[in-house]
């Protein structure tokens, strides 16, 4: 049996569809045009792995966790405030009418004494009397007059080191756990710096940092003798109150920090993850960095829409200039 004859019996009993109908066809035409059409398959079936291919080497489909210990970190961001919201002096100095002596303090407090000690006296000196709610709100430039009330950075911040080199704060604004607007600083941050670029530091780089405080500029009894304290991303702007940790006057703290670093993966992936950092640059470095902050941002720019004002007791969105109230 020759060579040829050999092939072609063999490739009758082919299981390779298309192959034995090409070889028992009657007719040159007839075996071009199945052949012809086997190739046109052929090709498709390898466009489609290869281009499932390209799509698989693009995208991992194992989710991977490195833990490692590097030589040089990116240095995190620090918000600290006073947990006292509002200087009492610089208050009743402003609103003499809410405060003792023209106010009864005794009936204030059995009105409301979640602000007030369990033995409480008549003051000697001025005391506000009045809930956050009661706040004179009707003022040209409300948040930039409070600001001036609140408590300022020299009065319990000496000062924050790092790598030898003093840090200059920013401000930021937000509402303490009272109801009170509160005025903190913020460290080592690039909010509203859209062209920063984080540099890192050796990582047995630390933070030193002196602070201070004076109870007797509390706006209420009740208000805790200590400093509230976040420590976030650099690209965050954060409330301490409901993000952070309280510092206790007399104390000596040491923190050890450990990130956590999730990186999430865009489409086809089900995470479906939005680039963030691009969005919060293209906006000036303003902007949410993360889902709930979107929620948040969302439900502030509504009550600007609706109100005019923003309620500082459900609404926790970093801004500086927004008018609040607490019925809105």
């Known amino acids: 049996m020759s060579i040829v004859k050999f092939s072609k019996s063999q490739l009758k009993q082919s299981l390779l569809t298309g192959i034995p109908q090409i070889i028992q066809a009657k007719g040159t035409l007839q ?44 240095p995190p961001a620090f918000t600290i405030c006073e947990y006292n919201g509002i200087n009492r002096l610089r ?11 023209n106010k009864d303090f005794l009936d204030f407090c059995q009105r409301h004494s979640v602000f007030c000690l369990k033995h409480v006296t008549q003051p000697k000196g001025k005391m506000p009397s009045v809930t956050p709610q009661e706040l004179p709100q009707n003022i040209s430039d409300v948040r930039l007059e409070y600001k001036k009330m609140g408590s300022q950075l020299y009065s319990f911040v000496d000062h924050v080191i790092y790598d030898e080199k003093y840090l200059s704060p920013k401000p930021v604004y937000v509402f303490n756990v009272q109801g009170l607007p509160t005025n903190c600083y913020a460290f080592n941050t690039v909010w509203r710096n859209s062209s920063a670029v ?83 640059r293209d906006r000036g470095g303003y902007g949410p960095l993360n889902q709930e902050m979107c929620i948040e941002e969302c439900a502030f720019n509504r009550s600007i829409e609706i109100a005019g004002c923003f309620n500082p007791i459900f609404v926790n969105y970093p801004n500086d200039t927004a008018p609040f109230c607490y019925d809105g």
């Open 31 to 74: 075996k071009l045009l199945k052949s012809f059409v086997l190739i046109v398959c052929l090709t498709g079936c390898l466009y489609q792995i290869w281009t499932f291919m390209v799509v698989y080497w693009k995208y991992p489909v194992n989710v991977d966790v490195f833990v490692s210990n590097p030589s040089s970190i990116t």
């Open 91 to 101: 208050f009743c100095k402003e609103f003499p009418d809410l405060c003792t002596p």
């Open 198 to 280: 984080l540099v890192k530091a050796p990582q047995r780089t630390g933070f030193e940092m002196v602070l201070k405080t004076d109870e007797n500029q509390n706006f209420y009894l009740s208000t805790p003798n200590v400093i509230q304290m976040a420590v976030h991303s650099p690209f965050m702007m954060v409330n301490p109150f409901t993000e952070g940790f309280s510092v206790r006057s007399c104390s000596t703290y040491k923190m050890y920090l450990e990130k956590t670093e999730k990186t999430l993966l865009p489409a086809p992936y089900p995470t479906n993850c939005r680039d963030y950092e691009k969005a919060w």
